[in-house]
């Protein structure tokens, strides 16, 4: 049994409104900028991977609601909230979109867990594939901890930490209403189930601190002299866990520190290098006394590798 497919379209107003609510500057998702890319087959810019991840999320919201599963969640003691997509195929402004979540999987052995299938098909052509997952501990970079990093707020934006930290780059970004709920927008999401001044409503959705990675990223990027025209490059995919307990607590204008750092098989490698390489990072959202608001491991594959394999 099967969820009902429900068809959505984005429209390059809401890739703008999306990508400027989270300062996602790459050249994929620039109206005016994307012929400047390398060999660029998407004749277009395209939606971005954060912003089809939140219409996922909102889709499984509604699923989890029908069902009475956010029950489940609370009692199973389920805090923490898994992804994990593979990126198949670009979407375009103006191409349909299909979601289709599988019916949800309960499992208390070995320990607790909730999970679903999820498909997103564009115009009939697999797009994105993978899972979420409701766990009691998370599921990606369990092991991670920076209470022992000391005051990362007085570091400077935009800088790679000192000793023995110095792999990790930092920036730092503010949570704010505006922004999310412009956000929700550009992800075709209902942002009064989330925001509403008259009730002293303040919800930030899962998807939307996350989404500051991109930027974050590109960031990075920059600081390393990466060439985005010569050598681009697009998710091939995505592992998130976000701690739905610091979320609950999150707040407009607290601070976002964003640690990113390659991962062991990419040590060798980062942006800014000549060679087409495919790069992995290990990610991480912390917030006040550096608690961990998400944990991320983000793929990266240069484009060039991808028309090559399709030849």
Known sequence: ????IQTDVFTQLHLDVARNATDDFNLFHDSRKWPQIKGNPFNGPIIMG?????????????FREQRGEFQLIKDQGLRFSNYQFSFANAIRPGDEVEIEIKE???????????????????NGSLALMGYKKETQEPLYYADADFTQAGNIDQLPDRSFLPEPMAAYFLKRKFMTTSNAKNFLLGSLRDQTLYFDELLDKVIFPEMFPCALLSSALLEKALKKKHDFEQN?????????????????HLKSTDVLNILIKPAEQSL????????????????????????????????????????????
Do not use: W
């Open 1 to 4: 049994m099967t969820n009902a």
């Open 104 to 122: 949800s999987q309960f499992k208390a052995t070995p320990s607790p867990t909730l999970s679903n299938r999820i498909m997103v098909k564009t």
């Open 268 to 311: 060798e490698h980062d942006f800014g290098d000549k060679v087409s390489t495919p790069l992995e990072y290990e990610c991480y959202g912390l917030l006040q006394d550096n608690a961990l608001l998400f944990r991320a491991g983000i793929a990266l594959t240069p484009l060039e590798l991808i028309i090559k394999a399709l030849a």
């Open 232 to 248: 681009p490059m697009v998710y091939t995919s995505h592992k998130i866990t976000v701690d739905r307990q610091c979320l609950a």
């Open 50 to 62: 954060f912003q089809l991840e939140s219409l996922i999320e909102g889709k499984l919201a509604i």
